[in-house]
């Protein structure tokens, strides 16, 4: 079953319900995020920021009181690349960051190219 796209209203109004060091850290993984796999499709899911790919869960940006996941659905297939990946159970997996730290932009890049190319879909399949 085909879903409709979500507005990009839904998703200011999800930045808007944020504290200031909550919104600076999720908008700075997002655009890290963005800028590793344009074709990634934001939508709020379960109260949290989720990319799609071809309608599977890729990545979500979770936030917690003292800082932020930026959970990977695939992790467990990136472990052994990327020890900062934290976590236990079948398959997701996430690094944590603190708010008010800055955020690794250029890890947040690679995790997201690492766990395309771990699916099998570096690039969406129209393209």
């Known amino acids: 079953m085909r879903r409709p796209l979500q507005s ?3 998703i200011n109004a999800f930045y808007d ?3 200031p060091e909550q919104r600076d850290t999720a908008q700075a993984m997002q655009r890290a995020i963005l800028a590793a796999a344009p074709h990634l499709r934001p939508e709020v899911k379960w109260g949290n920021l989720c990319f799609m790919n071809d309608g599977d869960n890729v990545m979500a940006i ?3 009181k003292a800082h932020a996941h930026l959970q990977v659905f695939n992790g467990v ?3 052994a690349d990327f020890p900062e990946l934290d976590g236990a159970g079948k ?11 800055p955020v690794d932009e250029q890890l947040v890049r690679e995790l997201t190219h690492a766990c395309l190319h771990a699916w099998g879909r570096a690039t969406p399949k129209w393209g």
């Not at 398959?91 to 730290?101: E, P, S």
Request: aromatic share 8%; proline share 4%.
């Open 8 to 10: 990009p209203a839904l």
């Open 17 to 19: 319900t944020l504290r």
């Open 77 to 79: 297939q990136l472990v």
């Open 62 to 64: 979770v936030l917690y």
């Open 91 to 101: 398959g997701m997996r996430h690094i944590k960051i603190r708010y008010r730290h």
